[in-house]
């Protein structure tokens, strides 16, 4: 490693730079788009769009830290793959194919592995994308823990299909597909060994056919994002800034579970923060809020949909929620270094 | 992490699991295929080819764990985007677009992740690709060191290219388009602070025009492979297991600077198992070897393109080479854990 070493004064990568938060936006700003910068990078969304042979191709790539690997509801192989599937389905590319790869500690069980693997191709068929190419790199024991999987999906986006946040617009619904934050509480709770939180279970799921669903109702959807790291606190902050709107939610719409809605209270951590891994919000024109809903509602993973608020024309990049007790507050970008190694 | 720990009798994942060699081929049929097993990934070759929307596109995927990441002509940036650049050009994709993951440690100075991710970005223009999507995770203090950079890539293949290692046939020729083993020496010599070797740089390059050049002039090449991790023995061997195949080769027409050699003949190691990551072999037909050799030749990367051996139909997954002292000895698979984290 090169650079200067030990001293106070250097500036160095934090927890909160992986976060999904603040520090991440100022991290992709600041050192990735300033390197990177091109116009399908520049949209921020959860992956790029590249033309390929004349055929739009959507790519999303995403690195998984968890820990522990194994968690109720999941573990590293599927969370990685369904991660991936998911931020290609919010590009609207619900069809296609994945790259594995591994980075091991010497030492990792061999049998952990392949039951990582495994479920990383039950994943996969679930979803119906094909592993196509992989790899594997070990690291010498003490320079690395565990398992980090880096997944990345490739798929081809239908005639008309444009989901960018750049493309809400005032008047847009905001919708979610279900309940939040039960992937972080799960994985929290396994983490820390808590006892009050042992019937959640991680939402982690794929998303492909409750896009296509959507899709399939409604022609003009503008954006669709799921709210991981950061949580839907931060897809809205996102969202606004790039589209240079207002979102307004109404907090009391936000489905929380019981056992999530405890377990923040007691850990004092925010629902809107918190990562899920298998739920979406879509931003669209009012007049088709109601056939969105309806189609995930017909979908055994939106069940649990609703409408959560609106986009206006305020102040660009403000979100702001009602809270319960009849005030209003403004929804941050969380900061991020609550919740490392969380997906 | 589940599964049982501390007994001796589990088994675990090992270095050599990731050094390109034997055990990682190992690992690669016995957990990777067993879990993924499709067409397109039992091809075995440096990427895997899907049709997306009518197009063939290969897709690639490294991870890179590189130490140090600063090294004699290169870093793990540059390596980063010329490793998966160099793959889909393996597969006959010389156009295209990257995906950039980044794992850091807590801790990690923000001057060097700026650093590769600059010189990441040099890589990619000058390789002609454009990074559309990327993700960074940060992993607690103690728990990585220093920094992993996962590319992929993706391209189309034009009509008629047909790169595989199962294609290759009894009758073939092998051109190698310059030396080999300087990218191993340079990581190793930095690594270790090594004197006698302190004029030797990585080699690593991007070879998307070479392959251009290669395929213009040759309508029939049967496959292409960069030896990186275990180095032209591992791409013999596994070529000629996948096509059913021996592979005759010539050690002393293996292009070697003084400097590896001597290096090689200090340290103990085997020239022919040296990862390069700006060379490649090609494996095509005798008949079109001399037009393929003037086109490596005419390339920039290419100036020291030479045939070293043939392909026969002898004993299938065989390799051997003819020795400076008249003799011929069979060129093994690389054991593989010589050289962690040299890419």
Redesign the interface.
Known sequence: ?????GEAS??????????GGRK?AQ??SG??L???D?P??SELAD????E??????A???????V????FPGGDIGSLAVWGTVNDLAMCGATT??L?????????????????V??S??AA?ERAGF???????????A???????V?T?G???LAEGVDLRPARVRPGDAVLLSGPVGEHGVAVLSEREGLSFTADVSSDSAPLSRLVEDVLAACSDVHAMRDPTRGGVAAVLNEIAARAGVSVEIDEAAVPISDAVSGACELLGLDPLALPSEGRCLVFLPEADAGAALAAMRGNELGGGAVRIGSVTAGAAGMVSAATPVGGRRIVDMPPGELL??IC
Chains 1, 2 share one sequence.
Do not use: C
């Open positions: 490693m090169g650079g200067e070493r250097v500036e160095r990568v934090l927890l909160a730079h992986g976060g991440s991290l992709i050192v990735m300033a390197a990177f091109n399908a990078l992956g790029g769009v590249v390929l042979g004349g055929v739009r191709i790519v999303s790539t995403d690195s998984h830290i820990s522990p690997i194994f296609g194919a790259a594995f790869a591994v980075i091991a500690a010497e030492g990792f069980p061999m049998d952990d592995l392949r039951r693997v495994r990383a191709g996969a094909a592993v196509i190419t992989g790899d594997t790199k070990v690291v010498p003490g320079e690395a823990d565990g398992l980090f880096t990345t490739v798929g081809p490392p190694r």
